[in-house]
């Protein structure tokens, strides 16, 4: 019997999608065998990999969605730090997601670290500090992508930030964003870690918008969605092949 490996893209507030999807395989018997996620895919991976089921997950999300400003703090430094630097080391990012996750992570209040994680699963991060694309694994010597060249952390906190909006954690001589910069559609890694099927599931590609509606949030979403879309297109042409975009 082939094993499955979900890939779960970024993007931003549509990653609640993800929850939808894994609730549809979930109620049907469908587990994967392994896990690779990018932004609001890596969150929603790292929980299915800790063995979350998905209903109590979607309920925080309707929970925060209902009342956000009790998940969220606005971090007011970060709107003046870049004339007032005597405040400290500059803020990387407005919005303060701590209580957001911390909510998250008790649906596995044993969870801790990277360890943690029950099947091979791989989240995306980007190091600002060296330009490098970082894997939080669990599988620190197992399979990687053919292509490209990743830096491997094992054995690390559990942590997620969004660039420009959620504020980057800083570790060790990192500082860390999501992945989206380098890879909002992590499917060479699903495969790395299980071969066999894929399947991928990618919310980053919003349809077109008015411009006049088109605010912070949103453009934070669609830049990620514009990264997913133009590398496909870009990998398609170069097969020759008519441009695609990964459903």
């Known amino acids: 019997m082939k094993r499955l490996s979900l890939?779960?893209?970024g993007g931003g507030l549509l990653g609640a999608a993800h929850l939808g999807a894994l609730h549809f395989l979930e109620e049907r018997g469908v587990r994967?065998?392994?896990?690779?996620?990018?932004s609001a895919g890596g969150l929603v991976a790292s929980l299915y990999a800790l063995g979350v089921a998905m209903d109590p997950v979607i309920q925080?999300?309707?929970?925060?969605?209902?009342?956000?400003?009790?998940?969220f703090d606005l971090n007011w430094r970060g709107l003046v730090d870049e004339w007032i630097r005597s405040l400290g080391p500059?803020?990387?990012g407005l919005i303060d997601p701590q209580k957001f996750i911390h909510a998250l992570l008790n649906l596995?209040?044993?969870a801790h670290n990277t360890d943690d994680w029950r099947i091979p699963t791989v989240l995306t991060a980007v190091d600002l500090v060296q330009l490098e694309s970082v894997a939080f694994t669990n599988r620190p010597d197992g399979g990687h992508p053919a292509h490209g060249h990743w830096r491997i952390a094992a054995h690390q906190p559990l942590t997620l930030a969004m660039p420009g909006l959620y504020a980057a954690p800083r570790l060790?001589?990192?500082l860390l964003v999501d992945g989206g910069v380098a890879d909002t559609l992590p499917v060479d890694w699903a495969a790395a870690?299980?071969?066999?099927?894929v399947v991928a599931i990618n919310v980053a590609a919003p349809a077109p918008a008015p411009a006049a509606e088109i605010g912070i949030l949103e453009a934070l979403s669609r830049s990620e969605a514009y990264a997913v879309t133009a590398k496909y297109k870009i990998s398609n042409n170069d097969n020759n092949t008519s441009p695609k975009r990964p459903t």
């Open 7 to 9: 890939a779960l893209s």
């Open 32 to 38: 994967a065998q392994a896990v690779a996620g990018t």
């Open 60 to 71: 925080v999300g309707q929970e925060v969605a209902d009342h956000p400003t009790d998940y």
């Open 90 to 92: 500059p803020t990387t």
């Open 108 to 110: 596995a209040p044993t």
């Open 172 to 174: 060790d001589h990192a």
């Open 193 to 197: 870690l299980v071969p066999d099927l």
